[in-house]
T-cell receptor, first 115, second 114 residues
């Protein structure tokens, strides 16, 4: 079975540009979350979507937005890129609420470099 | 506020020996979960083990076990019989509430020596 897939794996953008990152959850999983991991730190929560509705939002500016599609895949959009947005962006999926033993699985991430 | 603390920035262990990676947490929620992930240099976050706050038994998954001490709010990861491939960054994470949000610690870099 395919795990969580993310695309693109690596990309370079210029300050002020826009980027779209994509994620396909594990088959049957309905919850998708996005995390930003800056070098040397632990991942920081950005968004969670469950059944196509936003269920949680981290402390990120409005330049960050996301959505979940009917097939449960998801996109993370970042507008007006800043140098500080350079990071590994991780997508995670789970069947439903991650508590109660519903394990959260991560994809391999999208490495974003802003120059 | 919810918080995860990993106090060991780096650890060394000899191949085939056991190692314990420390994790303490703080939360006011009654229902929560604790996760451990392994992150090699490639970046992928690999799930290792999960412990629910109401689970009475410590979780085990192969060579991984979680030493859960609820009163002390600690959830240490024990890796038995270390292998060279265990060299990586290890993250402890706290999940609570219905948002699906995980709060991660700063991580511990483990190096296994041959």
């Amino acid at each position: 079975d395919a795990g969580v897939t993310q695309s693109p794996t690596h990309l370079i953008k210029t300050r002020g540009q826009h980027v779209t990152l994509r994620c396909s959850p594990i088959s049957g999983h309905k919850s998708v979350s996005w995390y930003q991991q800056v070098l040397g730190q632990g991942p920081q929560f950005i968004f969670q979507y469950y059944e196509k509705e936003e269920r949680g939002r981290g402390n990120f500016p409005d330049r960050f937005s996301a959505r979940q599609f009917p097939n449960y895949s998801s996109e993370l959009n970042v507008n007006a890129l800043l140098l500080g947005d350079s990071a590994l962006y991780l997508c995670a999926s789970s069947w439903s609420n991650p508590l109660g033993g519903n394990t959260i699985y991560f994809g391999e991430g999208s490495w974003l470099t802003v120059v | 506020a919810q918080k995860i603390t990993q106090t060991q920035p780096g650890m060394f262990v000899q191949e085939k020996e056991a190692v314990t990676l420390d994790c303490t947490y703080d939360t006011s929620d009654q229902s929560y979960g604790l996760f451990w992930y392994k992150q090699p240099s490639s970046g992928e976050m690999i799930f290792l083990i999960y412990q629910g706050s109401y689970d009475e038994q410590n979780a085990t998954e192969g060579r991984y076990s979680l030493n859960f001490q609820k009163a002390r709010k600690s959830a240490n990861l024990v890796i038995s019989a270390s292998q060279l491939g265990d060299s990586a960054m290890y993250f402890c994470a706290l999940g609570s509430g219905n948002t699906g949000k995980l709060i991660f610690g700063q991580g511990t870099t483990l190096q296994v020596k041959p």
